[in-house]
């Protein structure tokens, strides 16, 4: 998730036409391969847009205003809850002691109440407050422009 969230503030940084995925991977030394996966899973979620032939690559799909954490996380982690309850506290030698439970499992209700405030933290965060924080350090934009520019 790391390497997508760079790659969607380093396009907005650089502007213009589609990156090669090439370019964009080797930017901060990643994995070719495992970075265009990424950016297929971005480009399914509708935040960047792939562009095929010489010229190709990719680019944005919409301003870093429009996406958001959660947008980039559901995009490469997908929706899916992050806990999962198999029910143990009526597994086992504890389950067989004790009284069939009655309500919901107290670690469940703790875990879905604490995802979806993480959810909303998400939610509440777009890339371009990252963006802004990125421009504090002027030396940041021309750096990215360089190394995908190649100059």
Known sequence: ???????????????????????????????????????QQLARAGLVVSVSGPRGGFSLAKPLESITLLDVVEAIEGDAHLFHCAEIRCCGKIGDLSPAPTGPCAVNSAMRKTEEAWHQALAAQNLAEIRAELDRTPAVRRIVRSALEGG
Do not use: F
């Open 1 to 39: 998730m790391e390497w997508a969230l760079h790659t969607l503030l380093n396009l907005d940084m650089i502007g213009g036409g589609p990156v090669g995925n090439g370019r964009l991977a080797e930017a901060h030394g990643l994995s070719a391969s495992y970075l265009n996966k990424q950016l």
